[in-house]
C-alpha cells in the first residue's frame, strides 16, 4: 500500500514569501501525482497535475516537481499571499489515488 | 460548467441509523469516485465507478457500506447501520478518464457526517 507524507504539517509565513511544500511517498510505480488546495469545510481544487514522464509543472505562481525514482515532490510557492492560506494535499496515482494528510499553510499580511 | 453537486452538505444521525449521500457529477465525466475525509486527514478512496461499473471498491467496508451510480449519471453512496467511526466528511469527485487517460479530478463540496 502507498504511504505518502507531507512535511512539515503546519506552516505559517509573512506575506511575500517565497516556500517550499514537501511530499514523499513509497511506491514509485505511479502514473501521475496531482497537488490539490482545500480550503477550510471546502472540497479540493487541482492546483497542478504532473505526469509520471515529466519532471516538472508550472502554474503562475506555483511550481510542482516529481522525481518518481526518490518517490519525491516538491510544490513551490512564489511571492505568497494571504489568500494562499490553506491545506495543500499531494497525490500520487498508481492503482488508485492516495492522498497525503497535508500542509496547513498560513500567511500573514 | 456546473461542478460536482453534493447532498446534503450536513447530516446528523445516531449510531445504526442509516444514512445516503448523493452526488451528481460533472456532465459527461465517465469516472466517479467517493472519499472519506476523517478530521486531521488525507482523503481515502472507498470506491471509483466507470461509467456504471465498479473500477475499485477495495476500501469499502462492504458490511455497512454500499454505492451504486445507475445510468452511469449520479451516484448514491449508503451506510447502514453507522458507527462513531464513521464521522467524517465524505466527497465526490469526477474525471473524463477515458480508457487509459489521466487526468484532473473535480471534487464536489463534500457531507459533513456526524454519528452521535
Known amino acids: 500500500k502507498q504511504e505518502v507524507t507531507q512535511i512539515p504539517a503546519a506552516l505559517s509565513v509573512p506575506e511575500g514569501e517565497n516556500l517550499v511544500l514537501n511530499c514523499s511517498f513509497t511506491d514509485s510505480a505511479i502514473y501521475n501525482l496531482q497537488w490539490f488546495r482545500q480550503d477550510p469545510g471546502k472540497g479540493l481544487t487541482s492546483l497542478l497535475l504532473?505526469?509520471?514522464?515529466?519532471r516538472e509543472q508550472t502554474s503562475g505562481r506555483l511550481n510542482a516537481s516529481l522525481d518518481k525514482s526518490s518517490g519525491r515532490s516538491t510544490l513551490y510557492i512564489a511571492a505568497s499571499q494571504p489568500g494562499d492560506s490553506a491545506t495543500y494535499l499531494c497525490a500520487p496515482e498508481g492503482n488508485q489515488f492516495y492522498f497525503g494528510t497535508g500542509t496547513s499553510l498560513t500567511v500573514i499580511p | 460548467e456546473a461542478g460536482v453537486a453534493q447532498s446534503p452538505r450536513y447530516k446528523i444521525i445516531e449510531k445504526r441509523q442509516s444514512v445516503a449521500f448523493w452526488c451528481n457529477p460533472i456532465?459527461?465525466?465517465?469516472?466517479l469516485y467517493w472519499y472519506q475525509q476523517i478530521l486531521g486527514q488525507g482523503p481515502k478512496l472507498l470506491i471509483q465507478f466507470q461509467n456504471n461499473g465498479v473500477v475499485d471498491d477495495s476500501q469499502l467496508p462492504k458490511d455497512r457500506f454500499s454505492a451504486e451510480r445507475l445510468k452511469g449519471v449520479d451516484s448514491t453512496l449508503k451506510i447502514q447501520p453507522a458507527k462513531l467511526e464513521d464521522s467524517a466528511v465524505y466527497l465526490c469527485?469526477?474525471?473524463?478518464?477515458?480508457?487509459?487517460?489521466?487526468?484532473?479530478?473535480?471534487f464536489g463540496p463534500g457531507t459533513r457526517l456526524t454519528v452521535l
Open positions: 456532465s459527461g465525466h465517465a469516472t
Open positions: 504532473i505526469q509520471s514522464s515529466q
Open positions: 469527485a469526477s474525471s473524463l478518464r477515458l480508457a487509459g487517460a489521466t487526468d484532473t479530478q473535480y
